[in-house]
């Protein structure tokens, strides 16, 4: 398929476990983003890439979570020392440049134990 | 208080009836307005987007925004238990590319 991809599509951690979530935006898509998203609510903006640049990281809740795009394609979010809190699902979605249309993936449900 | 308010439902419709959904935000600053809808465990999938002011039709779905009342609104004709999800609005200013949600209306529609 030519959409979003994310991996893995659900993880179970231990309260203090790092964690590496995943992201394959669609082909040719220059912008990347990252939300969360806590159960029966919207979701929030992390951070937003062009390319490899990280434009807006001011959605990121604390110094535990960081994402990259080294080579502006795939993208990871890693939270570090994961808190309970830290449990919800994680989307991503591209953008074909500045477009508003924003593609979203299925999401990663993170579970922090 | 948040930026865009939405009714978290549940709204639970008979098939074929007409839906209204809607959401209120405070900030002028919006100019961009979309529809998301969620199903169950997946994604959210765009279903209308609307610039400024107006209306925008889509074959049973329709969005109306009314700026003057920071007020946006989608209208789903002949419903059918297929639409059943979470439908999400979304609005964005021109300055930023992050989308602020509301939190969701979970719709059922029964056969």
């Known amino acids: 398929g030519a959409g979003v991809s994310q991996s893995p599509r659900y993880k179970v951690a231990k309260r203090g476990q790092d964690v590496a979530l995943r992201c394959d935006p669609i082909?040719?898509?220059?912008?990347l983003f990252w939300y969360q998203q806590a159960l029966g609510q919207g979701p929030e903006f992390l951070t937003y890439?062009?390319?490899?640049?990280?434009?807006?990281k001011s959605g990121l809740p604390s110094d535990r979570f960081f994402a990259e795009r080294p080579e502006g394609s795939v993208s990871t979010l890693k939270i570090q020392r994961t808190q309970q809190e830290d449990s919800a699902v994680y989307l991503c979605a591209s953008s074909l440049g500045e477009r508003v249309t924003q593609y979203f993936g299925p999401g990663t449900r993170l579970l922090v134990l | 208080q948040k930026e865009v308010e939405q009714d978290p439902g549940p709204l639970s419709v008979p098939e074929g009836a007409i839906v209204s959904l809607n959401c209120t935000y405070s900030n002028s600053a919006f100019q961009y307005f979309m529809w998301y809808r969620q199903y169950s465990r997946k994604g959210p999938e765009l279903l209308m987007y609307?610039?400024?002011?107006g209306n925008k039709e889509d074959g049973r779905f329709t969005a109306q925004v009314d700026k003057s009342s920071k007020y946006i609104s989608l209208f789903i004709r002949d419903s059918q238990p297929s639409d059943s999800a979470t439908y999400l609005c979304a609005m964005k200013s021109g300055a930023t590319n992050k989308l602020i949600f509301g939190t969701g209306t979970l719709l059922a529609v029964q056969p």
């Open positions: 890439f062009q390319n490899e640049a990280q434009l807006d």
């Open positions: 082909s040719g898509h220059v912008s």
């Open positions: 609307t610039y400024s002011s």
